[in-house]
């Protein structure tokens, strides 16, 4: 089975500087993908990073990359140079690589409200 | 647009009622997938269909049902419907059936079951 936790409900951040959001995970899974997703306010829900478990270098895309520590089992999305569109609900998910189906597990979300 | 089209966008009906979701996977995808997103459950896998079969099953409940038809559509059949089940279900595509692949969700269709 796998977990996905995400520590902080909600934070806020102002605009143009750094955010780092949190997310842990448990699988006894030896070849894992992690996933950030984003969720505005209008509901859907946005692709961002991917991580693979077996990648030594840590993702990124354009503002946002991903603290991946295996050892640690921890993926943090860390948003450089915040903008008030990026105030949404961020999601941490998880996949096992080698499963027949391809179920994504969630975290709970974390909020994040950029001020002016 | 992410190209998945779900239809209807809202939904509000009685509880004991039944309702019917539809989804269209983008193009090219073969995989179909179905999530709940609830306010105290988050989002919970449901099902998962590829190329017509179901693939992966998760917390979905006996009074639920999914199929994915030959041009891939897929529909998420809800029954005796209590005030619990509203929530705001997704569906999602992708190309490939397992591994870790990136989902392309649609808009999601909300239901209120009053």
């Known amino acids: 089975a796998q977990k996905i936790t995400q520590t902080q409900p909600g934070m806020f951040v102002q605009e143009k500087e750094a955010v780092t959001l949190d997310c842990t995970y448990d699988?006894?899974?030896?070849?894992?993908?992690l996933f950030w997703y984003k969720q505005p306010s209008s509901g859907e829900m946005i692709f961002l990073i991917y991580?693979?478990?077996?990648?030594?270098q840590n993702a990124t895309e354009g503002r946002y990359s991903l603290n991946f520590q295996k050892a640690r089992k921890s993926a943090n999305l860390v948003i450089s140079a915040s903008q008030l569109g990026d105030s949404a609900m961020y999601f941490c998910a998880m996949s096992p690589i080698k499963a027949a189906g391809n179920k994504l597990t969630f975290g709970g979300g974390t909020r994040v409200l950029v001020k002016p | 647009d992410s190209g998945v089209t779900q239809t209807p966008k809202h939904l509000i009906t009685a509880t004991g009622q039944r309702v019917t979701l539809r989804c269209s996977p983008r193009s090219g995808d073969l995989s179909v997938y179905w999530y709940q997103q609830s306010l105290d459950q988050g989002l919970q896998f449901l099902i998962q269909?590829?190329?017509?079969?179901?693939?992966a099953k998760g917390n979905i409940l006996e009074r639920f049902s999914a199929q994915q038809f030959p041009d891939l559509h897929s529909e998420l059949n809800l029954s005796s419907l209590e005030l619990g089940d509203s929530a705001l279900y997704f569906c999602?595509?992708?190309?490939?059936?397992?591994?870790?692949?990136?989902?392309?969700f649609g808009a999601g269709s909300r239901l209120t079951v009053l």
């Open positions: 699988t006894s899974d030896q070849s894992y993908g």
């Open positions: 269909y590829y190329n017509g079969e179901e693939r």
């Open positions: 991580q693979g478990s077996y990648d030594e």
């Open positions: 999602a595509s992708s190309l490939f059936s397992s591994g870790a692949n990136v989902l392309t």
